[in-house]
């Protein structure tokens, strides 16, 4: 006689479908019960799916899906991460017996978070610290193998040139070096693991210190007279910082005179020679003096 009960038999074990495995998802597949172990219509397989390895476990409890074919696709699943899944069959009595299970690990995916409290540590001319914390441990989805660093120039005038600067897991901080000085930056940090790099972070904005002024360049004195004489020169390559002027000295027995141009006429020179000096001073300080030598001619 006919027996109503639940079925007697599972599905064989399943089996992943060819070309489905990612990162977060993967179809599953198997065999129909047979037909003497199902005690009547198969009307639905239970799909039973556990996160069996990985950090990420404690956060996704087990959970159970349902399908009226022979596959399934599974998702919300997490990168790298290694899973159980077992496939049983329901008729109208019941539940039937769980499949063996299958084991699969789900491929590398990049970081989905960025390093927080990306911050600024000692900013000076040339050279800053740059500061961070881990990403989130649910966004790395995968061991984070390195972070990136990203100093930016906020306009593109100028000398400045941005930088990257590559710093390997656990460090959390780096100094970055061969900046340019009164210079603003913006800088960010990624991360990254087997699977590529993630999103950039927050960023923040910062301005190094003032530098040194570069010297004058092409510094001459040219005599007008047998008391004067013009002292000229050429701007320097990089002021380094907010210009104030040019300081231009003489001897012997001579003073200082402080200009904006980039020439002077100094007069009631007597008929000897002098040293002319010129150096630039600026926000970060003074140049290193460039100098020249000559005496007023009779013309």
Known sequence: PFILKEPDASPETPTLKAGSLAARSATVEW???????????????????????????????????????????????????????????YNVIGKGPQSDPLTFTTTPDKPSGSPQAVSPGTVFATNMTVRWQEIA????????????VYVDCVTSSGNCVSKTKEVSHPTLSTVVTNLIPHTSYRVSVTGSNVGGEGPRSSSFEVTTKQGVPDPVGNLTAVPLNSTSVTVSWIEPSAINGQFQHYAVAYSPNGKTFNVAETSLVISNLNDESYTFEVRVVAGGGSSAVKTVQERPTCQ
């Open 137 to 148: 441990a649910n966004e790395r989805n995968d061991v984070i193998t390195r972070y990136t």
């Open 31 to 89: 065999t129909a019960i047979p037909k003497d172990n199902r005690h009547g219509i198969i009307r639905k397989y239970t799909i039973d799916v556990e996160c069996t390895k990985g950090s990420a476990c404690a956060s996704q409890p087990p959970f159970s899906l349902q399908s009226t074919s022979t596959e399934k696709e599974i998702t919300g699943l997490f990168p790298s991460r290694e899973y159980s899944v077992r496939v049983s069959g």
